[in-house]
């Protein structure tokens, strides 16, 4: 536990120096990577690590770490830099690392964070495809990913990648916070707040299990009513999202801005009717 | 605690051994817009409805071979499963995307047990999109907005192939969903999902020099209740003094319906405090 408060105190060290580096954003460019699709319906990508390589990993936009094995961590010399070193290496784990130039296809990210082990469905994976695409050493996950637009096209092969400027945080720190502090006070209570004035009060009951939700009131001189919003209507999607629940549709209003303006699907006397609402500044 | 970050890899398990989808790729070439959300385990999470039923929280997974639920889910919405696929009549995913007859495997993933016993994601997950799914479109991702991109592009997705682990199982890996359950259980640690609707107040504000001023009160609102008026300077609330809407609404985020909230509003000359008591509406 000690050592988990410590490293949970040198947070802000880490995060100042991030911010310290940081440089201005060169021109977004669109550059293509080109995958293999493999059997298993997984692809596989090109990694270059700090200029070493090629390297095959599986790309994965369902794993929040990239991770390396001990085999090209060691090829690509960036095993002494490893911090966070288990006690007990099961799977081979190595710890954390930053990936100055974390290279897929030729598309270039800097600082990108991994994790270096021998993850057991690697294993499986690079045993199954060694003999057709050499052996394959980690998985590329959001650290990489979350710095661009991306696109990921199956028929043509291709993804595209556009910098974006999107500054991820570390997944592990983020999650260690929010434990820490569940554990030594209650958790804050999760509310979805709208982020402009609608005029509008909604409800559902509890047995209720049809789509959408009940307009309750409208109130007289809002948004609401000038979009011809009605007591008595069931909204169904606002700005396309559902609202099948009374938070929901907090949840959904969370994104529309005073002043812009969405769809609003509602259903009247059996059928679905499309109106505009542009929400008014306030709450 | 380091295991925690195998929860991250979902879904590079296996797929079913025999199927033959021959289902073509819807024909019109509409780009969806579908509403995303990253949970706090940096997962891209949609919404799903299945067979009408729902909605329900999946993750968006390249590294996983099909559409993947618990059993527990497939069952509950009627799944008919064959050869170790399920079928179901209709897939929906949020922001108007709809795929007919789409077929899943069902099969409790160690990963989402786990999570789901620590409330790690923030949201209860109940399975993921993979490949079967995903190749049928063009998705574009980006983090700055708030709805992914999804264009049907014309690609029949070949069968995943089944890899199997010599062991049978996940090298080991399977142990953890277990183990995290009983650690969450002496830990004391408890999943919070619900979410709550923030505290309606009835008012609308203009931020003009630095000052927010009430500029409409609504009838029968809390905020009329409370005696606010049309007019009004907003100079605090919860005792942090505020320079625009956006420091107001900040402050006020977490206030559920039926909390309090402190104001100190300018009427002429004369400061006063306010104390609202905020009800429901939004």
Known sequence: MKKLLASLLLLPLAFNYAKADEKPLEKPKTQTVKFELVPSGHFIVSVKLNGNGPYNLIFDTGAPTTLITPRIAK?????????????????????????????????????????????????????????????????????FFAQFKMTVDYSTKEMTFTPNGYKATDVMQDLMKTMMSSMVSKPEPRVAAPAGLWGLELAKSKDDEADGVDVKTVFAGTAAAAAGLKAGDRVLTIDGRWTDTVSDAYTATGYVKPGQTVSVVVKRDGKDVKLTVSPKNGL | MKYLLLFGLLGLVFSPAKAD?????????????????????????????????????????????????????????????????????????????????????????????????????????????????????????????????????????????????????????????????VLSMIGGLKPNFTVHPRGFLGAEIESKDKELVIKNVLSGSPAEKAGLKVGDRIEEAKGKSLNSSEDLLEAVKKLPEGTSLKLTVKRGEETKDITVELGKGL
Not at chain 2, 22 to 33: G, Q, V
Not at chain 2, 40 to 53: A, E
Not at chain 2, 124 to 141: D, F, M, P, Q, T
Request: hydrophobic residues 35%; glycine residues 12%; charged residues 30%.
């Open chain 1, 75 to 143: 090829d690509a010399k960036v095993v002494g830099e490893a911090k966070d070193k288990p006690l007990i290496p099961l799977f081979g784990m190595m710890g954390q690392v930053k990936i100055k130039e974390f290279t897929v296809g030729d598309v270039n990210a800097k600082d990108v964070s991994a994790m270096i082990m021998d993850h057991p469905t690697v294993k499986a994976f690079s045993q199954e495809y060694e003999k057709k695409h050499g052996s394959i050493d980690g998985i590329v996950g959001f650290p």
């Open chain 2, 21 to 181: 989808e021959k289902k073509d790729p819807p024909k019109k070439a509409t780009t969806y817009e579908v509403p995303y959300r990253l949970t706090d385990t940096k997962h891209i999470h949609v919404r799903v409805k299945i067979n009408g039923k729902g909605p329900f929280n999946f993750i968006i997974d390249t590294g996983a071979p099909a559409l993947i639920m618990t059993e527990t889910l497939a069952k509950k919405v009627g799944g008919k499963t064959e050869d170790g696929w399920t079928t179901f009549d209709k897939l929906e995913i949020e922001g108007g995307l709809s795929i007919d007859k789409p077929r899943g495997v069902a099969i409790d993933m160690f990963q989402l047990k786990g999570m789901n016993s620590m409330g790690l994601a923030g949201v209860e997950l109940h399975g993921v999109l993979g490949y079967n799914v995903l190749a049928r479109y063009k998705i574009e991702y980006d983090f700055t907005e708030t709805k992914l991109k999804w264009t049907p592009v014309d690609f029949k997705a070949p069968d995943p192939k089944r890899i199997v682990d010599k062991n049978g199982g996940q090298g080991g890996l399977e142990m953890i969903g277990t183990l995290t359950q």
